[in-house]
């Protein structure tokens, strides 16, 4: 027993006593940590966390019990939790000029939860983009609690596969919602936030901007920003500004603007919204890795990467294209690459499963006007915000896009979830991904984040 250790000793320690008293996990998480390494992590709702924030998850700070937010809380122990509080605050505000930042939702879901819950009363209609045409469940889905308890309306897309604004506006003034939210999980292109808010505006109602998927590109300027054009932004942690597991919400101009109730600010409401409304306690390890996550988002050093998150997807939809797939909306404006494999006769369930026997990690998901259910969907959804972070440049993603392609074409279907792939392009496949994991290894220390 090690009664005083330093950050690192503690860590040292912990490690090896899981090895020493529970090596089924220790196995596990070791396993865990060698297949981010070894295979070509293409998901784009993920990132890999620096190792320095993953340090932050694990540390004492997460034994804090409190409620409540810095200066107000309701338990004694918090003369470092506040500061580390504030901190992640500050840094959220900085990196998103904005005015009011609350870093304590659990999760993205959990900040769409409160927002929503503040803004809108049980049966209140909402305004959002379709599950099948992109949207988040979130965002009044029917499988959702945000489809059950609201009164959900869902707008789609063209069939270009972009954003028809003026079909928004004719749905939102049809069923005048209390809240439209923009802002989507599988849309490759920009989005007109002031355009959102002009038809908000004309209704009256609270616009609410979700950037989970492109936050990392609104922080470094490559996207615009929804935070002074929407009233509210969400967005999780955990996707394109490499932190943890989390969610975090805020606000620009608005934040001092009226809120529901007409009494309190908009901030007000959701600080209230957070605690005591929805969450307990909040997860200050987690906190801390924010806080982590905003400092490396907020230094120059992070805008190389979001550029190499650009650059690699249009890179990755040209030479998908340029073999014969059928990229929706023909390319990308963001991290974000969407291939309508059902036009090769595929469904994405196949494609996934066969791209994950080789190696290769995606995740199939529904196209508009899809004829399959999510399970099975007809589409891929490619993301590089990983592959950004590996240091893989525009010419690497010929070689990916290659390694797809091989894969997918020697598929031969056996049923919607069912196929066989040829042992030798099984083989051949896994063998050049394991080359080019190995050339661009996973970045664990924070400079190489840089690199
Ligand atoms: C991923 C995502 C969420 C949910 O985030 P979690 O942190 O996983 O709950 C919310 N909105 C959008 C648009 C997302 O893509």
């Not at 002009?198 to 996207?223: P, Q, R, W």
Request: with cysteine.
């Amino acid at each position: 027993m090690i009664t005083e250790t330093g950050l690192e000793a503690l860590a040292a320690q912990g490690v090896a006593e899981l090895l020493a008293t529970d090596p089924i996990l220790y196995d596990l998480l070791e396993r865990e940590r060698r297949r981010q390494h070894e295979t070509l992590a293409m998901i784009a709702s993920a990132s890999a966390a620096d190792a320095s924030v993953l340090a932050c998850l694990s540390s004492s700070l997460g034994n804090v019990t409190t409620e409540g937010y810095p200066g107000a809380r309701f338990h004694a122990g918090c003369a470092v939790a506040d500061p580390v509080e504030r901190l992640a605050v500050d840094r959220a505000r900085h990196v998103f000029g904005a005015q009011y930042a609350n870093v304590q939702p659990h999760s993205g879901t959990s900040a769409n939860q409160i927002v929503l819950t503040s803004l809108l009363r049980p049966g209140d209609t909402l305004l959002g983009q379709r599950l099948t045409a992109g949207g988040h469940l979130t965002h009044g889905a029917p499988p959702s609690f945000t489809g059950r308890y609201f009164r959900g309306v869902g707008y789609g897309v063209d069939a270009d596969g972009y954003l028809d604004y003026a079909e928004i506006r004719r749905l939102a003034l049809a069923h005048r919602p209390k809240v439209i939210v923009c802002g989507a999980s599988a849309y490759p292109r920009l989005i007109d936030f002031g355009r959102f808010r002009a038809i908000a505006d004309e209704i009256g109602a609270y616009l609410l901007a979700d950037i989970s998927h492109i936050a990392g590109l609104v922080a470094a300027g490559l996207h615009p920003s929804p935070v002074n054009a929407a009233h509210i932004t969400t967005s999780s942690t955990y996707k394109q500004l490499y932190g943890p597991r989390g969610g975090v919400i805020l606000m620009g101009g608005d934040a001092d603007a009226p809120g529901p109730d007409g009494r309190r600010t908009l901030a007000r409401t959701i600080d209230d919204g957070v605690f005591p409304y929805f969450q307990g306690t909040p997860q200050l390890n987690a906190i801390a890795a924010k806080a982590r996550a905003f400092g490396i988002v907020g230094a120059p050093p992070f805008r190389d990467l979001a550029r190499r998150v650009l650059s690699t997807a249009s890179a990755l939809a040209r030479e998908l294209a340029g073999r014969g797939w059928h990229v929706l909306t023909g390319g990308t404006d963001n991290h974000m690459v969407l291939v309508d494999v059902s036009r090769r006769g595929l469904t994405g369930a196949v494609a996934e499963a066969a791209l994950e026997s080789c190696g290769i990690i995606v995740n199939k998901n529904q196209i508009p006007g899809d004829t399959k259910g999510p399970r099975v969907a007809g589409g891929l959804r490619f993301g590089t915000n990983t592959l950004a972070l590996r240091g893989m440049d525009t010419t690497a993603m010929g070689l990916c896009a290659d390694l797809v392609d091989q894969v997918c074409r020697s598929i031969r279907m056996r049923g919607d979830r069912d196929f066989d792939l040829p042992d030798h392009v099984r083989a051949d496949v896994a063998e050049q991904v394991a080359r080019l994991c190995h050339d661009h290894p996973l970045p664990t220390i924070s400079g190489a984040v840089h690199a």
